[in-house]
DNA sequence: TCGTCCATGTAACGCGTTACATGATTTG
DNA sequence: CAAATCATGTAACGCGTTACATGGACGA
């Protein structure tokens, strides 16, 4: 049932419209965000491993390329919602933190701004109980270190910072336009 | 002749003195960095294979206790440094930054400040360079995109930029204080 | 027809994760 | 002496990496 990010990934991506394992390299390697590897050993296998799972089907193309789309099952889509309503592994903010920014974009895309939210919510907590760590671990055992790992720790404090301050202008942004949204809503889409 | 970066960490840490596996269990615990696992089936398997390649060598404790003290071997020493001269891959900097970081440290710690300081130039050039394949990719294919991607976009922008500043810092403090790291160098050791 | 994309796969290998297993030593 | 801590390992498993292999489609 564990799905990996890449799992994840997938099943989201083949939602938007058929992929194929040559696509999303094509898209891996296109962005510069590069989270995830490119390689066909890494994408093909997980593709077929998904498709075993029955969290996809595959169709060959119907103009005889030579080519295999996939396409989500509701046991896909169920198996995608279930990883996006995991609570949030702590040690995932240490060691995998992009794994998360993703799944705020997931969130976003497939139950809508207000679990987004909720998600980042929850993100911000985690974050900032680990930042307040580090934070004191600077400045207790910190002392006693020489200067290069107090600029690593000190690093470390920043970007936990600027992590903290865009939730904060997430929160905000979605706070204060709250009635502008509304209107959005009813203009836009 | 390859190095992860849990090897080359390991490398380094039996140096300050030596330093069995349960050591570097409780290190990794210890600290609210957490980089790395301090699981007995990631621990003992790596410092095994190191004793294998002869980059350490582990003798048991003279007091009986059941403890089994690694050091650094001749050859460690050089495999360390080999790995510390290595161009920085710029792979590493999307996906294992931290591992740049560490070896910040690292190098400050094995060839002293200048060689830590050459490596943050190195390393400074290839961050910038990513950064701006991050902004720029954010003003041209990120119009297209939703609301959350533009969001974890500019948290990426943000981090690159945040990291970028911690470089000028350090860069800036070093060329600022050259005449008193002379003397403190004179002076101290 | 020769190279270059398009497109999918497989095999070997290494390593981290999880879980299990073992036994010595200290502390209450 | 029981429990906690110290201390080291091993086995199964999954997955990513690297490298190799295959073959169709298409333009020069």
Known sequence: MKLTTLDALMLFLVSHKGQSGYDIRQLFQSTPLGLFSD??????PALARLEM?????????????RRRVYE???????????????????????????????????T?????????????????AVQKARHEAVVAFRDTAGQHMGRASL???ELGVRLGATRLRWFEDLLA???????????????GA
Chains 1, 2 share one sequence.
Do not use: C, H, N
Not at 39 to 44: K, M, Q, R, T, V
Not at 75 to 89: N, R, S
Not at 108 to 124: K, N, Q, V
């Open 39 to 44: 390689s066909p050993g890494a994408i093909y």
């Open 173 to 187: 942004e979605d706070g204060g336009l709250a009635d502008e949204d509304d209107q959005t809503r009813r203009s």
């Open 53 to 65: 799972r029955e969290l996809l089907s595959s169709t060959a193309e119907p103009d005889g390329r």
């Open 72 to 106: 989500r099952t509701a046991e896909g889509e169920a198996a995608l919602k279930g990883w996006l309503a995991a609570p949030i592994d702590p040690d995932a903010i240490v060691r995998r933190p992009q794994d998360l920014d993703l799944r705020y974009v997931i």
């Open 151 to 153: 600029d690593a720790l």
């Open 108 to 124: 976003a895309e497939m139950l809508g701004r207000p679990a987004a939210m909720a998600f980042i919510r929850d993100y911000a």
